[in-house]
């Protein structure tokens, strides 16, 4: 079955680096666009990058300049690289991907991100 592992996440103090990876197995990784999103605590669920199983890339503009989205296909994995963190980057990451003709939507479990000093 589609599993989405996500891991990497943590207590970062402001300024600092983290890297989110997404291991994926159960499906034709190489295929399918890959993204991250996020949710803070009491806010709604947000898209922050994207990339296509060509490799382009997507970036919600609050993050655009300091995040990287990457993918590895030999691996069946996917990473955020996170640099100059800020709390407000606080939140449980998750990884997503829809398959198929109905696009079904596959999420990780979620990996805690703390920006604190």
């Known amino acids: 079955q589609v599993q989405l592992v996500e891991s990497g996440g943590g207590l970062v103090q402001p300024g600092g680096s983290l890297r989110l990876s997404c291991a994926a197995s159960?499906?034709?990784?190489?295929?399918?666009?890959m993204n991250w999103y996020r949710q803070a605590s009491g806010k709604q669920r947000e898209l922050v990058a994207g990339?296509?199983?060509?490799?382009?890339?997507n970036y919600a503009e609050s993050v655009k300049g300091r995040f990287t989205i990457s993918r590895d296909n030999a691996k069946n994995t996917v990473y955020l690289q996170m640099n100059s963190l800020k709390p407000e980057d606080t939140a449980v990451y998750y990884c997503?991907?829809?398959?198929?003709?109905?696009?079904?939507?596959?999420w990780g479990q979620g990996t805690q991100v703390t920006v604190s000093s």
């Open positions: 159960g499906f034709i990784f190489s295929i399918y666009a």
């Open positions: 990339v296509a199983s060509g490799g382009s890339t």
């Open positions: 997503h991907t829809a398959l198929g003709i109905m696009s079904r939507d596959y």
